[in-house]
């Protein structure tokens, strides 16, 4: 288990949470790779603002994202290379810590067991007041992040810890749109053989875009240095950069 720290400041108090359940507190962010952190990028900054804490916990190093990359490199070359760029954007979003699991890119469904016991070491030593990760449909039915959400809702049950999953925004007029981009990615044989079905959200956050597409940025070898968004339909990118959904979950 690999961890560094970013950030440290002393909590301002709740400031603009409002009905918000997390803003202002103790959370932890749960994640399979690097760059997954961009779901909640902009709640970590309003949590940041909010005189909160945030730790962030990646399973991976993503040593398996090559599909972007302009040219080849190893397995060992791309971890290095993803650490750096998640401890970058740590530091934009104003994150606390960040944790690395260690976990095998596009294997951690093999390692349940491994990923639920150093899940719960790391949440049991951080002491949050709530955690944010993936839902069972991993927003895209990437393996790995399901494995991670089930992860994180049976560390949050047997803690008693609140839980919220990251979730879209609404299906809307482009959902085939979105639908068809998801599965034309099945074909990299890291998802699920169907497509997760869309749960609205019951927790809403209002985001800075600027910050959020600043920390994205940060991911060089999953985006190049132009617009992080641009592999996505430009109506599904919309819904990503004015706020951010959760589902409060029941475990």
Known sequence: ?????????????????????????????????????????????????????TFLICATYGEKGKSHLARPVSDAALKRIRKAELREAAKVLKVDEVRFLGLPDAGVKERSRELFEKVMRAVTRIKPEYILSFGPDGMSGHLDHIAVGAAARRVARKLRIPLAAFTRADTGPHSDERRKFFLDRRKFGKYARTMPEYRKGDIKVAI????????????????G????????????????MGSEHFIREDV
């Open 1 to 53: 288990m690999d961890h560094i720290r970013t950030t440290r400041g002393r909590a301002r108090g709740n400031g603009r949470a409002g009905s918000h359940p997390f803003l202002g507190k103790r959370i932890v962010v749960l994640t399979a790779h690097p760059d997954d952190e961009g779901i909640a990028a902009g709640t970590m900054y309003e949590n940041h603002k909010t005189g909160g804490k």
């Open 208 to 223: 800075d875009p600027a910050i959020k597409r600043r920390a994205l940025r940060r991911h060089v070898s999953q985006f």
């Open 225 to 240: 240095t132009g617009d992080p968004f641009a592999q996505l339909p430009k109506k599904v990118a919309a819904q990503f």
